[in-house]
C-alpha cells in the first residue's frame, strides 16, 4: 500500500508543479512554451480559460496542494475519513477534468499538453483514491 500513496504524491506533486507553472504564465500574461503543439495558446487563453477572473489552473493548483495535505494527514494521523474526503474531492476534480478535455477536442479543436498532464494525474489520483478506499472498506469489514 506504501507503493500505491507513493504514487499517488508523485501525481499531486507533478499535477501542482504544471498547474503553478500555467498560474504564472497566466497572471504574466505570458505565453505558455508548447512545444510539438504550437497552438495550445487557443486554449490557455480562450473564455473557459477562466472562472470568475480566476484561472482554472489556480482551481488546479489549489486541489493538488490539497490533495497532498489531506493525504499527509492521513499518513502521520491515520484518521480514517480523511481517504473519503480526498475521493469526493477527487471525483469533482476528475469530472471537470473530463468537461476541459471535451472543450479541448471538440469546442476548441486545440490540445494544450500542460492542460492533458493535468488531467492524467487528476484521472491516477481519482483512480488511486477509489483504490485507497476500497481496500480500507475490506480492511475495516475483516476487522
Sequence with gaps: MQIVFFVLIICAVIGLLDTVYLTIKHYEGAPVVCGLFDRCDIVTTSKYSTIFGFPISLLGAIYYFLILILIDIYLFFKIKF??????????????????????????????????????????????????????????????
Excluded at 82 to 109: D, E, G, M, N, R
Excluded at 117 to 135: D, E, M, P, V, W
Design 82 to 143: 480523511i481517504p473519503k474526503i480526498a475521493l469526493a474531492i477527487s471525483t469533482l476534480s476528475f469530472l471537470f477534468s473530463v468537461w476541459l478535455v471535451y472543450l479541448q477536442l471538440f469546442i476548441l479543436k486545440s490540445i494544450c499538453p500542460y492542460c492533458m498532464l493535468s488531467a492524467t494525474t487528476s484521472t491516477i489520483i481519482f483512480g488511486l483514491l477509489i483504490f485507497i478506499n476500497y481496500k480500507s472498506r475490506i480492511a475495516n469489514s475483516i476487522t
